[in-house]
């Protein structure tokens, strides 16, 4: 035994911090298991396998079939390697992927572990530092304590132990259990333990470089958050399969998150307030809004119902574009998609690209017919833009500054865009899925919330599918050269998201993103809705099934206890506790504390339950288990 790498002793019990084991000095051959070891084996196990499959595959497949394979896979739990072959995926592929998404995790678990790490020694070295007078007040815990770093010196009346090293072993030798306690604190015989944690995933996100889901960002990358400001991701959760939320918006918009996932939620305080952006802010979890919205009366009032208010335009920088974006914003409204030529009734439009420095040719169109003419010197800039039979917005002109794609916005709506006076709403109508979403993506980057329709027209007999996005601005003419004479609304009723309904779905795996930015809140989907940090909080229920009626429990001889990490630490501490009054049966446990640090920093402090009967269930379950496992050992054949 190699005694020099010991970090801690406490007796005869030695803690060797980088193999993570604990060993007696004097007996090499007392086999100890760690309390969270012993904890975690009572929990139920997560399908790691399953799960990687199931993310592998939703990256691989493309959208319409994976919303078929979904709903079968979270039926079941089961992957098939039969998949693969009747989409056409080859097995090297996927192995990749998957093997992508193993790696992503156990990077998560290592910074969440390095994140641990330096919490704890950051505490401990505090207490290292002022060894007198210590208060514990902001913990919940009253007192004055001077820090005692010998273990065994537990004469003292009022003291504090910093990770204290804790052992049990039965007189048999059969089960030895060991552990550290974060924080041991004594007051006379009364004992106080404390503990230290810190701790859909093709959501699209807008990035500085245009669009990405949560699934593929990674820590370092740019994001925006509400003021439309660049913003850098400091952390990734690890993924979740919690329960999950539909959330559904007045103007038809949804998106799905978990129950825990954070929302800057804002609500009227006054007849004025949605109109002049006087709110009172508040941050709440989905599952919150659903069970505030499921509490209101059926007549609701502008008051009751919470809003998020839209982001302010992306600050971004002038992009040295290829093309003007309001002769492209022209083009992709009225030119043809294989050339650089445009068709267009508006004189003042063409007289526009003309003053911003471009020509045109002949009128190329046939008799009778709308004008046609050719943007000499565009064509091979569509064509390095990819623009030629393939229309959208590129990113770099997603991205470009403010003014820029306000001027591109300017160019679509002079060629299609149009003013509705009766209810004071722009209106873009189209039958290109492309120009829908590019077009709404690009209302989103301005600040501007939209509303998509869906409508089917009749010409000539035959019906056909068009995309209606509407949407309202104050004080800002979404066109340049047609509608000058424009009557604004008065009022700004669409500075604001109001939340109609929170609707529990079927589980999906999520991830959260927290971002450096002063607000905490990033954009999210295709609408740059705000949503806010989500750090993994202490949950006290675990996910319940709605067709077994009940929830997921521990397993025996724990399955009274929610299979959740505030029970899971619970009888963490409790164990610390039992071991405790083992060694010295005429102390009192007082209090069980938990004190969990968010990634923004913020402390919350949970006061747990001293579960002394349940201990004594899992460690009496666990040593008669390890007996049975080593006598099944014993009695195994050897084939020769």
Known sequence: MDTSKITKQNGNIAFEEDAHIYYD???????????????????????????????????????????????????????????????????????????????????????????????????????????????????????????????????????????????????????????????????????????????????????????????????????????????????????????????????????????????????????????????????????????????????????????????????LENKNLPIDPYVLGCWLGDGSKQCGAITNETNNVLVEIQRRGYSLGDDISAENRTSTYTILGIYGKLKELNLINNKHIPDIYQRASYEQRLDLLRGLMDTDGYYNPKRKRFVMETSQEWQCYDFIKLLSSLGIKSTKFDIIKKLNGKEFHEYSINFSTKGLNPFLMRNQEIEYPTRDACSYRNIDKVELVETIPTQCLEVDSPSHTFLCTNKMIVTHNTNKKIETKSFFNTKTKSSVKMQYPLNNLDDVNYWHYAMQLSTYAWMMQQLNPEYEIEDLVLVHFDHEGHMTVYHMPYLKKEVGLMLGYFKKKTILDESKKKRQRIEY
């Not at 059969?174 to 995933?201: E, F, S, Y």
């Open 25 to 315: 000095v004097t007996n090499p051959d007392l086999k100890f298991t760690s309390v969270t070891t012993m904890i975690h084996s009572f929990t139920q196990p997560f399908d790691e396998q399953f799960w990687s499959a199931y993310k592998a595959l939703e990256k691989l497949l493309p959208k319409e079939d994976w919303a078929i394979e979904k709903k079968a896979l979270l039926a079941t739990k089961k992957f098939s390697i039969e998949l693969l072959d009747a989409y056409g995926i080859a097995e090297n592929d996927f192995n990749k992927e998957q093997q992508a998404i193993l790696d992503a995790w156990d990077n998560e678990k290592r910074i969440s572990c390095e994140r641990g790490t330096k919490i704890h020694a950051e505490l401990e070295n505090s207490f290292y530092n002022k060894p007198k007078n210590i208060s514990l007040s902001k913990y919940e815990i009253g007192g004055k304590f001077e820090c005692r770093k010998d273990y065994t010196d537990l004469d003292i009346e009022n003291a504090v132990y910093p990770e204290y090293l804790i052992s049990y072993v039965t007189k048999d030798k059969r089960m030895a259990v060991a552990g550290q306690i974060d924080l041991l604190v004594k007051k006379g015989n009364k004992i106080t333990i404390a503990d230290w944690k810190g701790l859909p995933l093709d959501t699209e996100i807008p990035t500085l470089n245009g669009w990405s889901t949560i699934a593929d960002l990674q820590e370092g990358d740019i994001i925006f958050d509400k003021d439309g400001n660049p913003t850098k991701i400091l952390h990734k959760s690890e993924i979740h399969h919690n329960p999950c939320y539909k959330i559904t918006f007045d103007n038809g918009d949804t998106i799905v998150a978990d129950h825990e996932h954070r929302w800057e939620i804002s609500f009227s305080t006054s007849k004025t307030s949605k109109y002049h952006g006087e709110y009172k802010v508040q941050v709440m979890t989905t599952e919150e809004i659903a069970n505030y919205l499921k509490n209101l009366p059926e007549k609701r009032t502008s008051y009751d119902i919470p809003k998020i208010v839209n982001p302010k335009p992306l600050n």
